[in-house]
């Protein structure tokens, strides 16, 4: 996995391993990683040699990999595969000495706000049919025939130490790991008033050992199955297990890009609007829209996709896919998304890592505190050389200005029109607009108060939720004033029920609340 994210760390001499971790390569048969954003740029990586042997280490940047384990800030005695299976880390404290960090620990950072699986509906999801996204004949995309249906997943938390996805219209239908079975299931369970648990099975990928990342993520497990009928929880009862083929296809969401750029530095053929259009390398592939292409300029559209011999976002055209020897613009990053590749790599509050939450990262108007791990597109030459365009960039296409709308006597002070200001979680955030003189202008000293504060909304990846905070609490999920737990890209696409703070510590539904796209 590209991205790991290190946290738990409490002691203040390390509390600099907390953060960001980006993949480097291999050493030792184990991952390397370097650590990204504003924090000391760490490295994590394995030992087999020494006194410690099998042995996790996390070393300042200025120590070479696999020399000098003494430097350590964090190590952890352990011979597990992958850093974020290893326990009982220790941290460098006072005078040198390790002292156990019981809460340190890596955890994957997963890309999916949304699932979408594609599948010839079983007997069990016939009722969804109304919802369904087929195509000819009544077929889903890819399928072989029969009732196609198209559901859509977001996350859920997680358990057995994976994440958890349910169906965004329909929360008893989940996507979640079975440890036991080495399966992903989809499956229906019972609310707790019925006692919890499966109540029947609709699919199961094939069982994995954990060779592959098909035990980790469940948009790469290929092969899966569907039973004939209805199982009874856990059991098969009557059902046969049958190869579900094409009948099943599973791969995440994205919104459209927009590459934009000085067209001093960049080719007319390259900007435009580039469209989701499948996975490639565990991670999304756009193609440019036709209507953006012009003849003149560009013999077709071009293609946006992430090289894993590279390591690299690259731009070719759609028939080089999966060849990277021939790019026409580049940016070196792992990112999971395009649009976070110019920006270190992530855009999750967890890059400030032990920094304070004034320092607000780069994405926000005119700070520059992540200035230095931003990264730029290069553009190929007809030398074949490359040049930097430092204005060229991949943004989302959303809303540039949302509504907070409530019931008509509503008075919350968050209410109101907000706009787009940049990017935090992988998604938008917005700020609300207040007019300037309206503090000057109250008579009453508690309008005046209020006239002064400002809201902003903002995606939370740590928590999973919407949220919509005073500005001086951005990026602070402690303290906020309303929530939605949704993983939506966008705010207005949020299908849960937003929760209002009751100033006494608690929540309470307010089901008039939501968000509006402006414009």
């Known amino acids: 996995p590209p991205l790991l994210r290190c946290y738990g760390v409490r002691v203040p001499a390390a509390k600099a391993v907390n953060g960001i971790y980006e993949f480097q390569g291999v050493l030792d048969g184990r991952p390397v990683y370097h650590q990204t954003g504003v924090s000391s740029g760490n490295h994590l990586w394995f030992s087999e040699d020494g006194e410690e042997s099998h042995c996790w280490f996390v070393t300042p940047k200025d120590q070479p990999l696999g020399g000098k384990p003494e430097a350590a800030i964090a190590k952890c005695v352990s011979a597990a595969r992958w850093p974020w299976e290893a326990t009982g880390w220790t941290v460098c404290g006072k005078s040198h000495r390790f002292v156990p960090a019981p809460n340190m620990q890596f955890q994957l950072v997963l890309p999916a706000a949304e699932l979408t699986v594609r599948i010839e509906a079983p007997i069990s999801l016939r ?20 009732e196609g249906v198209a559901l859509r997943f977001r996350g859920a938390g997680a358990i057995n130490e994976r994440p958890m996805y349910a169906e965004a219209d329909d929360a008893t239908l989940r996507l979640f790991w079975m440890p036991k079975m080495s399966r992903w299931l989809i499956a229906t369970v019972r609310s707790p008033d019925d006692g919890g648990g499966i109540a029947t099975i609709t699919a199961r990928s094939m069982p994995d050992d954990g060779s592959t990342w098909a035990s980790m993520l469940p948009w790469e497990a290929r092969a899966w199955e569907m039973p004939s009928c209805p199982t009874l929880g856990m059991e098969d009862g009557d059902a046969l297990w049958q190869a579900a083929g094409r009948r099943l296809h599973m791969e995440m969401r994205s919104p459209p890009l927009q590459l934009t750029g000085d067209r001093a530095d960049v080719p007319e053929s390259l900007i435009g609007l580039y469209e989701p259009k499948g996975m490639f390398h565990s991670r999304v592939y756009y193609v440019q829209r036709l209507e953006d292409i012009s003849l003149e300029n560009s013999v077709g559209p071009k293609c946006l996709w992430f090289a894993e011999d590279r390591g690299q976002w690259v731009l070719t055209d759609p028939t080089c896919l999966g060849n990277s020897q021939e790019v026409l613009a580049r940016v070196n990053s792992r990112a999971w998304w395009p649009w976070e590749a110019h920006l270190g790599g992530s855009t999750s509050p967890a890059t400030l890592g032990a920094a304070p939450f004034a320092c607000l990262p780069v994405w926000f108007g005119g700070a520059t505190v992540l200035a230095g791990s931003r990264m730029s597109w290069e553009v190929a030459e ?22 907070v709308k409530a019931a008509e006597r509503a008075t919350h002070p968050f209410l109101g029109t907000y706009e787009r200001k940049g990017l935090v ?95």
């Open 127 to 146: 009722r969804r049919s109304s919802r369904a996204d087929t195509g000819a004949e009544g077929r889903a995309p890819g399928s072989s025939g029969g």
């Open 382 to 403: 007809h030398s074949g050389a490359f040049h930097k365009a430092k204005d060229m960039m991949v943004s989302l296409v959303c809303a540039q200005k949302i509504m």
């Open 425 to 519: 979680s992988s998604r938008p955030f917005y700020m609300q607009i207040v007019p300037e003189a309206g503090a000057d202008e109250a008579e009453d000293p508690a309008e005046a108060e209020a006239a002064l504060q400002q809201f902003v909304l903002w995606f939370s990846d740590e928590l999973e939720q919407w949220l919509i905070t005073e500005d001086f609490r951005f990026l602070d999920g402690a303290t906020v004033d309303a929530r939605a737990s949704d993983t939506a890209w966008f705010p207005w696409e949020v299908t849960a029920k937003w929760e209002v703070s009751d100033s006494r510590g608690g929540f309470c539904q307010d089901p008039f609340l939501n968000i509006v796209a402006v414009e």
